[in-house]
């Protein structure tokens, strides 16, 4: 199953439903929203700095991704930024792939 990183910054008006339901209400509202779509959370951590919130999570697919991005960036309560991450064993494979390339003005 594809794992995404998420790092994601609180809107003021998110941070406000932060302080009012707490770290676990959302930590609930996120492991729902991504087992609705078949996946798992495997780690979430809020942060100071950039970042508010980092999460990782498996799901399904990359539609699967986007279908969330998609809905939390239009709720205006979160800027987020979603990374696939790749397994030594796929990085492995991508190696041994064969990819015709020619850099530019070569």
């Not at 991704?65 to 990085?91: D, F, H, N, Q, Y």
């Amino acid at each position: 199953m594809p794992k995404f990183l998420i790092q994601a910054t609180y809107t003021p008006e998110g941070t406000k439903g932060l302080l009012k339901e707490g770290a676990s209400g959302r930590r609930d509202a996120v492991d729902r929203v991504v087992a609705d779509l078949g996946g798992t959370v495997e780690a979430m951590y809020f942060a100071f700095g950039e970042d508010d919130l980092v999460c990782i999570i498996d799901l399904p697919d990359p539609v699967s991704m986007a279908a969330v991005s998609l809905t939390v960036k239009a709720s205006g309560a979160l800027c987020t930024r979603a990374t696939p991450l790749l397994t030594l064993e796929e990085i492995d494979q991508a190696a041994r792939r064969e990819v015709a390339f020619r850099a530019p003005g070569a």
